[in-house]
């Protein structure tokens, strides 16, 4: 099958069983992903910044920076929100550039993502060790006292 994001970074065939199909199209799950996360920077930005921008500048300005410039979409929505969350007046499309550079957007995302892999490797980890419900009896063999650390 075709993968039909236009912006495929995979070469293009995606496997019928592996691809998430809407409609008739089929798509590599991370292009779909990224083409979902590259509308919902739009919708944000028509939600919180400006119902009527310039279209066409919104959309330039996210392709470049997210197909050209290799910023993560994901991150691109995370930044978005926590800069309007902290403050900024953004009014131009042009504005995602500086949004994308933000530090403090980016330890933000970092303490984030270290926080998201931290608990799916405790999940892991407990899953692995994780032991059967029958009752474990523990009898130690002498109980331990004061005078048995001095010897």
Same mark, same amino acid.
């Given at each position: 099958?075709?993968?039909?994001?236009?912006?495929?970074? +995979?070469?293009?065939?995606?496997?019928?069983?592996?691809?998430?199909?809407?409609g008739l199209s089929y798509f590599h799950?991370?292009?779909?992903?990224?083409?979902?996360?590259?509308?919902?920077?739009?919708?944000?930005?028509?939600?919180?910044?400006?119902?009527?921008?310039?279209?066409?500048?919104?959309?330039?300005?996210?392709?470049?920076?997210?197909?050209?410039?290799?910023?993560?979409?994901?991150?691109?929505?995370?930044a978005l929100n926590y800069c309007l969350?902290?403050?900024?007046?953004?009014?131009?499309?042009?504005?995602?550039?500086?949004?994308?550079?933000?530090?403090?957007?980016?330890?933000?995302?970092?303490?984030?993502?270290?926080?998201?892999?931290?608990?799916?490797?405790?999940?892991?980890?407990?899953?692995? +060790?994780?032991?059967?419900?029958?009752?474990?009896? +523990?009898?130690?063999?002498?109980?331990?006292? +004061?005078?048995?650390?001095?010897?």
């Amino acid at each position: 099958m075709k993968c039909r994001w236009k912006h495929c970074k +995979f070469g293009g065939e995606v496997d019928k069983d592996k691809a998430v199909q809407i409609g008739l199209s089929y798509f590599h799950p991370e292009c779909y992903a990224e083409r979902e996360s590259i509308q919902k920077i739009i919708d944000t930005w028509h939600e919180r910044v400006d119902a009527y921008p310039m279209e066409a500048m919104l959309r330039k300005m996210v392709n470049d920076l997210v197909l050209k410039q290799n910023v993560n979409a994901e991150f691109l929505l995370f930044a978005l929100n926590y800069c309007l969350d902290h403050g900024w007046n953004l009014r131009h499309p042009a504005g995602l550039k500086a949004v994308s550079k933000d530090d403090k957007a980016h330890k933000a995302w970092d303490k984030k993502q270290n926080k998201k892999l931290g608990t799916k490797a405790a999940t892991k980890i407990t899953d692995e +060790f994780r032991m059967d419900d029958t009752p474990f009896d +523990f009898k130690p063999q002498k109980a331990v006292g +004061f005078e048995d650390i001095l010897r």
